[in-house]
């Protein structure tokens, strides 16, 4: 209940001496902050609310290429998909390959989160040090998250391949070359490599930042009393840290989850199948080979209830922040 | 555990323990052996993270055919052939142009439509808020695979697929919720009292977003859209799915066609590669700092 909204010389006079409807109230005070929103709403509506429920419809459907609407020659030929209710759902999580793609992608997902966090960790409190050159290790050290994803994954391609720099190197200690891009399972581990390389400059910055963040002098009152160089961290860094450590870790976890270039283009056509995570799999199913719209969808819906998981632990995590909505 | 474990009973505890026992090391002190192992570290950190690049380098300097050879060679017969190949003998220069249209227009348009609605939910509680927040958060942690097949046989019937407009509205899908996440984090960060101020002088609510916080937020628009920017530029899924003839792809795509089943042109690509590489990285550098403290907004909060 507002004053202004009381006062409201253009509120229609009421036939009774009743206040105004709570619509009507609602309205008077919050207009402004809808019509700021109204935009996003429109374009959010049409673009993402729109195709998600079609691609959520699609699931329940047998639609492939053969069956969608399309336009040949001008000519508008109707789709003739048919309704199969929960059969893409059974089939998928009935069958093997969603739950070895499912591991593979938690296992992805897991791995290099974890070297992420760590590295990114150990250079940071490095950084973060009294360091001559500071300034220049942090700049260089970032070089590898502004190489656009596509290109870095050829430059290790290039690194990596048979008569690569990596094999000649190992050869030159005396070591057997490696079958990174080859052999499947190597081929996975060398794209985990490669999203290690990618991902650990942001980790190393956002967690710097949260390091510079905490107050010195809970350093020197620490430091006054004698605190060991562990007690230190364990009592003052750890803690101060917490926050922004738990908000990396889940938008790196997303982020990760949702990695598409490296795997997509690390990857043979025929190599794929047995590195794809996730999103790679459900979209070979929908544009390599046949097309099979339905079971993509049906994979991306379960992709979709997973990430929705990651969304409600980020919620809580920003919650704790203090973030109140 | 919290910083409140050091209160001054306790630390004395603990220094009462510790300090008749030996010397506890300062902060800003090391041994000159520690030094070395820190900037060892760091130089094997260099190494890991500037080998490939200048590796990529390098190689684009080497004659095509030479790229990879039995014999490693560091630098054979430098020239810029690379560079003049694929900058005047491929569609290089129109991928360029074309990713240059989609990141532009992605930016753009994502940074005008929700610098409203991220100003709204920052500083407004109306009905609905709560659910505008979960839809921005959801939105920008949605897999591409669970929109991409809708959006792409909508685009099918209305004739938008390899098309660059098709395209920066897929890839608006991503950048409208992310900058209107980022944007309400920059103004978080802008206290209230200036609204305050700007209400109390007689500026509407349109006027005070306009002429005050706008303004200040200026740091955070040009993050928040070079960000968007850099999104686009990298974007793989979208455009090899979208864009088929060779006029219409995007850098993204073109550089695909450097990589043959049987034989890659490594000299062209890595060419190419450092082509796209070097902008971005350079920019990258200018505005990283703040980029972060966007990303983590409402993580260093707290």
Redesign the interface.
Known sequence: MSAITADDPTAPAPAESKPPGRLRR?WD??W??????T???I??TL??L???I??IF?SFTD?SEKN????IGGR?IPATYDIVGLKNYIDVLTGATFWTIFLRTIIWTVVNVFFHFTLGM??AL??N????GRAL?R??????????????T??????L?D???VN?ALEGIGLSPIPWLSDTNWLFISCILVNI?LGV??MM??LL??LQ?IPNE??E???V?????W??F???T???LM??A???VL?GS?WT??M??II??MA?QGQRNDIAT??VY??DK??TGIRQ?AV??T???L??SI??V??IF??R??A????V? | MSTENLTPDVAHEIAVGEASTKKVRRRDERSPAMSFLLHFGLFIALVWSLVPPIWAFLTSLKPNDQAITTELKIISDPSLNNYVHVLTETDLPRWFLNSIIVAFFTMLIGIFLSATAGYAVSRFRFPGHKQLMWSFLITQMFPMAILIVPIYNIFARLGLLNSLGGLVLAYCTTAVPFCAWMLKGYFDTIPIEIDEAGRIDGLSPFGTFWRLVLPLARPGLAVTAFYTFLTAWGEVAYATAFLTSDSKKTLAVGLQTFVGQFKTEWGYLTAAGILVTIPAVIVFLLVQKNLVAGLTAGGTKG
């Open positions: 609602s005070r919050h402004y902050a809808w019509a700021f929103i935009p996003v709403v374009v959010m673009i993402i729109w195709p998600l079609q691609g699609l639609a969608v609407a399309k336009v508008e150990i250079l490095v950084i040090r009294q360091l001559k290790y700049a260089l050290l970032i070089v590898p998250w502004a190489v656009p994803a596509f290109v870095s050829y430059m290790w391609r290039l690194l391949t008569n690569g720099l000649s390389w400059p942001f910055v956002a930042g949260g963040s809970l350093y009152a620490a430091e009393d004698g605190a060991t160089p007690q230190r364990r009592h003052v750890v803690p101060g926050s922004v738990s908000t990396v938008l997303i989850f949702n598409f270039a997509y283009l043979s996730l999103p459900a979209y929908a544009f719209y993509s969808s994979y991306g819906v992709i979709l990430l929705l990651f969304a980020y919620r995590a920003l704790k922040q203090g973030e909505w």
